[in-house]
């Protein structure tokens, strides 16, 4: 089973192209035109061990809201093409990940039903010229088009950059044991026969 995806999306306002092989070892080539997103999303694709190329251009001169967003809704357009009918995965995923003073736990069920939770206030302020109130606008937007229910507590840390980092750190390693494939089965992961 390949477990694959390539996906463009082209609005006014971004162009994005995603490549995502589930079954990878972690490579990445990211170019979004924001930096500091290029290293989290390095960051998701290698401690999750998702092969993913991401190139975008978006209005960056405008903000960088508009290439967050659509990035996070193309990534999940082409996690949930790679998925298929999920048959045979884990389902459910968590990481609780430190880094230094940072400190985050990430819960991932691939239900087919978009639900969005974020506990605990981020710092306002940016890493670089990243505000960091997008790091939540990408999760948001993966989680809707993904269609999963997403759980992110931010426990306690005081450097942006290393709380935003183990966020995606986190959500790697919670995405790569939920798309797992579980050798003890070979159906769909629902009392219900789908998801």
């Known amino acids: 089973m390949t477990r694959k995806a390539v996906l463009k999306r082209e609005t006014s306002e971004v162009s994005a192209s995603v490549e995502l092989d589930l079954d990878g070892t972690g490579k990445f080539d990211i170019s979004t035109g924001v930096p500091f997103f290029d290293h989290m999303l390095s960051q998701l694709a290698k401690h999750g061990y998702f092969d993913l190329t991401v190139k975008a251009e978006g209005d960056i001169d405008v903000d960088f809201h508009h290439t967050v967003e659509d990035v996070g809704i193309a990534l999940g357009e082409a996690f949930s ?3 298929g009918d999920k048959r045979g995965i884990t389902r459910y995923g968590h990481a609780l990940i430190p880094f230094d003073d940072a400190l985050v736990v990430v819960a ?6 978009p639900c969005f939770v974020f506990k605990g206030e981020i710092p306002a302020g940016k890493v670089g010229d990243f505000d960091s109130e997008l790091a939540e606008e990408f999760f948001k937007s993966l989680t809707n088009s993904l269609r999963c229910n997403l759980h992110i507590e931010f426990r306690h840390g005081t450097n ?3 709380i935003i980092e183990a966020m995606f750190k ?3 390693r919670s995405m790569d044991t939920a798309s797992a494939l579980d050798g003890r089965r070979d159906d769909i992961p629902s009392t219900k026969g789908t998801l």
């Open 81 to 83: 093409e790679a998925l």
């Open 108 to 113: 991932v069920d691939l239900s087919d039903r």
């Open 160 to 162: 942006l950059h290393h």
């Open 170 to 172: 986190a959500l790697g």
